[in-house]
């Protein structure tokens, strides 16, 4: 499962240099407490319905609170054959811990 996973550190440097599509799986109040701001959101339980949404021609990484459900999510879209598809470990729980510590933590 490892090799699925990027570090919150790999993120920022991802994100910093706009090669980066982020797929936010929480569900609408989560996003309401702390997101990112150009983040896509498909809550876990839409994916299944509305995964060809997903851009193919950029890499993605999949963002939930702990990292739990976007593995799932990460795992079921490289399954539909998006190869380029990525799980932030910790979540964004993690990316404010050690990356933006002005992200609300919850």
């Not at 054959?81 to 910790?90: E, F, K, M, P, T």
């Amino acid at each position: 499962m490892h090799s699925v996973q990027v570090t919150p550190a790999e993120v920022a440097d991802w994100r910093a240099g706009h090669a980066v599509h982020l797929l936010d799986v929480r569900e609408p109040w989560e996003v309401q407490l702390v997101s990112f701001a150009e983040a896509q959101t498909i809550p876990l339980a839409q994916l299944a319905q509305r995964w060809e949404e997903v851009p193919e021609d950029r890499r993605v990484v999949v963002v939930c609170h702990h990292g739990m459900r976007s593995l799932q999510a990460t795992m079921f879209l490289r399954g539909r054959g998006l190869d380029n598809v990525w799980n932030l470990a910790g979540g964004i729980d993690a990316y404010a811990a050690q990356v933006d510590t002005t992200l609300a933590r919850y």
